[in-house]
Each structure stands twice: as structure tokens, then as C-alpha cells.
T-cell receptor, first 110, second 115 residues
């Protein structure tokens, strides 16, 4: 059974620090891996999508890497801002199923 | 990016009534839509996968007679919670898969409260 784990579950940093969010998965048969942001009481916003043939994707201050051999993906957020406070979810797509991690709740303090 | 609209965003109903939630892909056609349920401080749990023109595939433990899913067109899927009970109170989110790279786009979610 596919398991997706996100560590840490919660993270609090001062504004300006870089954020490193980790996602690990057990099934190496991966189609793509997607990172999402969720604000309280809201749906999901897609941040980055990494196809299985790719190693990383970048968008602005966000960079996500994918290492299929070790079953890991990392989301880096540079120079964090209070507006980055949210829950970040990774999702593994494989075998026609999308499996979500438990999420990392991020608080960026001004 | 692509837009998925979910309606209503909030609904309060009495126990025993049925509630319908709509999920629309506004600027793309989605052959596959997914319905998720999220309990407080927990991650999303897939309820069912809906393909246009065919019956939905439900995850284990999800009652198909209670959570009716209809995917009548390439841009609309509906979830009907029948004979709702307080334990059905939750946050329901839909997503639609775009063609091509298979990226998922999510609706804003619908918070159901059953009194």
C-alpha cells in the first residue's frame, strides 16, 4: 500500500528564512508528484508538478525536487514571507491513484 | 492556471435531507474528476473517481448509495450526499484532471454541516 509521509508536521520560522519541506513515498512507480498549498477552510492550490522524468521544477521562490530512487521530494521556499503561512501537501500520482501526505503546517512570523 | 469551480461553498442542512455539491471545470474539459473528503486537521481522503459517461469508482469503505456521483458532461460532476447525518459533516473537495500532463486542479471545497 502506498504511503506518503511529510516531515515535519508543523514548522514555524521567522520571516526571511528559507523553508524546507520534505515528502517521502514508498511506491517508486510514480507518474508525477505534485505540491499543493491549502489555506484554512479552503481548497487546494497547485504549486508545482514534477513529472517522473524530471528532477526538479521551479516557480518564483519555490523549487521542488524529485528523487525517485530514494522516494523523496523536497519543496524549498526561499526568503519566506508571512503570506506563505499555510498547509503544504504533497501528492504522489501512480497507478491511477493520487495519494496525499499528511501535510506540513507552516507559520511564518513577521 | 485552469479553474475548477465548486458550489456551494457552505451548506447547512437538517439530518435526513439530501445535499448536492457541484464541481465544474471552467476552462478545460475534464474526463476524470475526483471527490475527496477532509476531516479537521487531517489530509484529504479520496472518496471516488468519476469518469464522464460512466459509473464512478468508489474507494473502499465509501458507501456508493449514500454518496451519489454523477459525471454527466466533460465539465460537470456532482456529489449528492443522501439522507445526510451529522457524521457526514465534513469538507468536501473535488478535483479535475486536465489532459496532457495529468495535472490536477482543485475546487475551493464545500463545507457541509448537518444539524
Amino acid at each position: 500500500k502506498q504511503e506518503v509521509t511529510q516531515i515535519p508536521a508543523a514548522l514555524s520560522v521567522p520571516e526571511g528564512e528559507n523553508l524546507v519541506l520534505n515528502c517521502s513515498f514508498t511506491d517508486s512507480a510514480i507518474y508525477n508528484l505534485q505540491w499543493f498549498r491549502q489555506d484554512p477552510g479552503k481548497g487546494l492550490t497547485s504549486l508545482l508538478l514534477i513529472q517522473s522524468s524530471q528532477r526538479e521544477q521551479t516557480s518564483g521562490r519555490l523549487n521542488a525536487s524529485l528523487d525517485k530512487s530514494s522516494g523523496r521530494s523536497t519543496l524549498y521556499i526561499a526568503a519566506s514571507q508571512p503570506g506563505d503561512s499555510a498547509t503544504y501537501l504533497c501528492a504522489h500520482a501512480g497507478g491511477n491513484k493520487l495519494t496525499f501526505g499528511g501535510g506540513t503546517r507552516v507559520l511564518v512570523k513577521p | 492556471g485552469a479553474v475548477v469551480s465548486q458550489h456551494p461553498s457552505r451548506v447547512i442542512c437538517k439530518s435526513g435531507t439530501s445535499v448536492k455539491i457541484e464541481c465544474r471545470s471552467l476552462d478545460f474539459q475534464a474526463t476524470t474528476m475526483f471527490w475527496y473528503r477532509q476531516f479537521p486537521k487531517q489530509s484529504l481522503m479520496l472518496m471516488a473517481t468519476s469518469n464522464e459517461g460512466s459509473k464512478a469508482t468508489y474507494e473502499q469503505g465509501v458507501e456508493k448509495d449514500k454518496f451519489l456521483i454523477n459525471h454527466a458532461s466533460l465539465t460537470l460532476s456532482t456529489l449528492t450526499v443522501t439522507s445526510a447525518h451529522p457524521e457526514d459533516s465534513s469538507f468536501y473537495i473535488c478535483s479535475a484532471e486536465s489532459r496532457g500532463p495529468g495535472e490536477l486542479f482543485f475546487g475551493e471545497g464545500s463545507r457541509l454541516t448537518v444539524l
